[in-house]
């Protein structure tokens, strides 16, 4: 199983330093060749769950060894992405998302097709594929003008299970993209000011720079937030 293989690598070089060094070299990376041309030619055959996954490890061994796959792998992964992901249950959508973004693909093709499955089961989605198909858009400045409209409606009662990082990732992505909600961040800032002890400088730093240029106009102000100043 070519998916479970790739599942197992990205395991590995997660848990194991010395394996991550190991696996980081372009001789042990060309090793690796094989497998990914049978993945290439196999890849119609994987289904839905396996090919998310197989994208997911894919773009984790790459962040963490510093490995460039092949324009050519991400190329037909992209073509099997824009025909499955329909198939794809939230948590294959958000994962293949990470991926495409961690690796730096924008081909505006698989996007539009990952936006359209989103928005067609986005009430299914938790809090962190919410959160995380959110980063993805707004990494490669791909903007889903219905998928992030149909997320603006997300009942309070949901995102008061966003953690501190969801809400940041949120916040951050709406205002990246450009996409005015003022709906959202009125909702976001009556969960998110109560917690804000809850959230580290990085998350702090993103959800103020969001709420700053998205001319966010009410009576919630982070900039005079006890906490905050």
């Given amino acids: 199983d070519l998916s479970f293989c790739w599942n197992q690598i990205a395991k590995i070089v997660a848990r194991d330093g010395l394996e991550r060094k190991t696996f980081s070299t372009k001789e042990n990376q060309a090793q690796l060749e094989p497998l990914l041309d049978d993945t290439i030619s196999l890849i119609r055959d994987f289904g839905p769950r396996n090919l998310a996954g197989t994208c997911h490890k894919l773009a984790k061994i790459g962040k963490l060894c510093r490995w460039s796959l092949r324009s050519g792998m991400w190329i037909v992964l992209e073509s099997e992405i824009s025909h499955s992901c329909k198939r794809f249950n939230p948590m294959g959508t958000a994962n293949v998302a990470w991926a495409l973004a961690t690796a730096k693909r924008s081909s505006s ?7 359209a ?29 219905q998928l992030f409209d149909k997320i603006t409606n997300i009942p309070l009662s949901h995102l008061h299970k966003f953690n501190s990082q969801e809400i940041a990732n949120t916040v951050w992505a ?12 009125d909702k976001i800032a009556e969960i998110a000011l109560p917690r804000i002890h809850e959230f580290g400088s990085q998350a702090i ?24 100043v």
């Fill in 109 to 115: 093709a698989a996007w539009s097709e990952l936006g």
């Fill in 117 to 145: 499955a989103a928005l067609h089961n986005i009430n299914e989605f938790n809090s962190q594929e919410i959160a995380n198909t959110l980063w993805a858009f707004a990494t490669v400045g791909h903007s889903s003008p």
């Fill in 174 to 185: 709406y205002a990246t993209v450009g996409h005015s909600s003022p709906q959202l961040f």
């Fill in 205 to 228: 730093a993103n959800t103020v720079w969001a709420y700053a240029v998205s001319n966010y106009s009410s009576n919630v102000d982070f900039g005079t937030h006890p906490d905050l």
